[in-house]
């Protein structure tokens, strides 16, 4: 049962089948087993060395399913600092600003409400993956009965953290520029982002509501665990409540929180949604004019060509990665990157221990529109510079056979470069001395992706002009199956 839950990046299933509470007293006795193991590996010594932090989210499933989770940590000997309701990123905070061998948030994000899981983060908030230690949680979980274990006596207490975290994340929000109130509007998706909002920037955070800034709240109800839309802000549909708010309100910018309040997706003051890359590059600009040029910045594969053009026009490095949390972050962290963007809506930051946050991206981007005192739409237009075609999803069974074929055919030409980074990415870009050729030639480039879960292919086409956009996703599509709306 537990391999129907244990993922690439975290652990998510269905409650309370296959995911329950005897499981859950699992999980947390073998993630405490490979935390605490994994820090004395490492040499550290510290009595804080044995906590663990644990937090949860507001589903019905949520409280009984962490509270076996810290009976399971506990019995192996972990010591668990319950840090109770909070948003994902306040996990990442609360390991660092503990020096704790790590942490478990139960989420399911995104997902419906049947839905829950756990987000597990070691040493210094690093996550843990399939390959960095989900796997080894999965055999330590798998080979414990809780019914012959005795308890090795670890304890639990309840800490509150939100004066320290609020000023953490506050220290990213400078509203000292022209003088006005911004009014934003903000969808928590009955999700985190309705605890979080106003304990870091409203009436009740303890260090006063934030001047000069006025919320306008959608969705902040989350006391019954359901959710009015899907808490997942990259379907367009659940963005339309806060399109439709901002317009109506004339607010300055929207924001769309997930489930977890760890990433989000702004909403310019037109009602228009602002591409995840496209922010990426206009806040890598922010940063490198900052805190100065040669700096390194990175960002997930599928994002637009204007992206790494905008970072090398400001003076930083720019830096590919893999579509994935783990990845970026491990990117962030070995390139000494300022900052880093991910399609998904998730932003990352080096003061933020190369952690992503939800709330931080909106600390900077209104931070960006106070100190220039431009629209968010203005910001943005000179990154919609090429034509993009967005994630389309394939169904195919032979996945493998597909990507051979795409190779094959648009692989091999004398502008094409292909490197297989992260699935297979052909670019037949204009290169330098040679002139855009047109629909068949370069002025293009894509990306194909196998889903981890599915017997699906996801394709992301970028060209410079929508001629050749339409053109190559004629010739491509035709290689990779059927197109189904996912």
Known sequence: MLGKVFKAYDIRGTYPDPLDEKMAWQIGYGTSKFLLGDAAAAGETSPMMKNIVVGRDMRKSSPGLTKALIKGICDHGGHVIDVGLVDTSFIYFAVNHLDCAGGVMTTASHNPPQYNGFKISKRKAKPVGEATGLSDIRKHAAMVDRQTVQSAGGRSEERNLWEPYSHHVRSFLDLSGERRTLRVVIDASNGMAGTMIPMVFGKKCPLGPVSGLEIVEINFDNSRGEFVHEPNPLVTANLAMARERVVKEKADVGFVYDGDADRCVVIDETGTPVGCDHLTGVLASYFLKKHGKGHGVVFDLRSTKAVSEEIVKAGG????????????????????????????????????????????????????????GRKMSTLVAPMKR????????????????????????????????????????????????????????????????????EPLLRLNLEAKDRKTLDTMLGKISPLLGVKVDH
Request: one cysteine or more.
């Open 317 to 372: 490095i720019p830096h590919r990665s893999r579509v994935g949390h783990v990845f970026m972050k491990a990117a962030m962290a070995e390139k000494r990157c300022i900052f880093g963007g991910e399609l998904s809506g998730h932003f990352y930051f080096r003061d933020n221990f190369n952690a992503d946050s939800g709330a931080i991206a909106m600390c900077t981007v209104l931070s960006l529109l106070k100190q220039t």
């Open 386 to 453: 090429y034509a993009q075609s967005g994630e389309i999803n394939f169904n195919i069974e032979d996945k493998d056979g597909a990507l051979k074929k795409l190779r094959e055919e648009f692989g091999s030409g004398p502008h094409a470069v292909v490197d297989e980074l992260d699935g297979v990415t052909i670019d037949c870009w204009e290169k330098q001395g040679h002139a855009a050729a047109g629909p068949s030639g370069i002025g293009w480039w894509c990306n194909v992706r196998k889903s981890n879960t």
